[in-house]
């Protein structure tokens, strides 16, 4: 099957620092991925869709200058968390779609952000 | 627009004992719906899915879900559960034009007794 890999899988920073995270298809080209953020015991909340070779689409609430997305290729997404504060960890996952139609995403491992 | 309701937050169930994750969902537009499986710390991981055709569909595991449209739900059914299948299920809906926006329920923490 399709794979989706996350780097870092925890990343621990002080308040005010940004925070880089890389989504990557492993396997398979994406010409877009999307970023959830799920808080603790909480479900998977839609951040924003990110395309390859255009501007990202955030979801309605979604800082679009704190979360900046970048998909600079076929194969790779990322997202920084800018000025990170404590209100910012969580729990960060992508997903993307293969092509075919079929409408499945397949799903990173997910970042754990630990602000201080 | 579509939305997912998991009306159980978590459910106890004894090992070897029959379990029904519920979800209903609603939308406008022809749905594809799928169920995920969390473990803690970890990524979502493809537990079944419905795009067409047979309305009730089983995972290598002994899940299954049944797609019923008359009342808008895809219910989880397990006929005896093991310890190992304590987790998070999340269920999800995306809309069948291929825009591939998942829309998540809040999931239900399924915990098995021994």
């Known amino acids: 099957g399709a794979v989706v890999s996350q780097h870092p899988s925890r990343v621990i920073c002080k308040s005010g620092t940004s925070v880089k995270i890389e989504c990557r298809s492993l396997?398979?080209?994406?010409?877009?991925m999307f970023w959830y953020r799920q808080f603790p015991k909480q479900s998977l909340m839609l951040m924003a869709t990110?395309?390859?070779?255009?501007?990202?689409?955030?979801e309605q609430g979604v800082e679009k200058d704190k979360f900046l997305i970048n998909h600079a290729s076929l194969t790779l997404s990322t997202l920084t968390v800018t000025s990170a504060h404590p209100e910012d960890s969580s729990f960060y996952i992508c997903?993307?779609?293969?092509?075919?139609?079929?409408?499945?995403?397949?799903f990173g491992p997910g970042t754990r952000l630990t602000v201080l | 627009a579509q939305s997912v309701t998991q009306l159980d937050s978590q459910v106890p169930v004894f090992e070897e004992a029959p379990v029904e994750l519920r979800c209903n969902y609603s939308?406008?537009?022809?749905?594809?719906l799928f169920w995920y499986v969390q473990y803690p710390n970890q990524g979502l991981q493809l537990l079944l899915k419905?795009?067409?055709?047979?309305?009730l569909v089983k995972s290598i595991n002994g899940f299954e879900a049944e797609f019923n449209k008359s009342q808008t739900s895809f219910h989880l059914r397990k006929p005896s559960v093991h310890i190992s299948d304590t987790a998070e299920y999340f269920c999800?809906?995306?809309?069948?034009?291929?825009?591939?926006?998942?829309?998540f329920g809040t999931g239900t923490r399924l915990k098995v007794l021994a």
């Open positions: 990110s395309n390859e070779g255009s501007k990202a689409t955030y």
């Open positions: 419905y795009l067409s055709g047979s309305t």
């Open positions: 997903s993307a779609p293969t092509s075919g139609g079929a409408s499945e995403q397949f």
């Open positions: 999800a809906v995306s809309g069948a034009s291929g825009t591939y926006k998942y829309i």
């Open positions: 939308s406008s537009v022809s749905v594809y």
């Open positions: 396997d398979f080209q994406a010409t877009t």
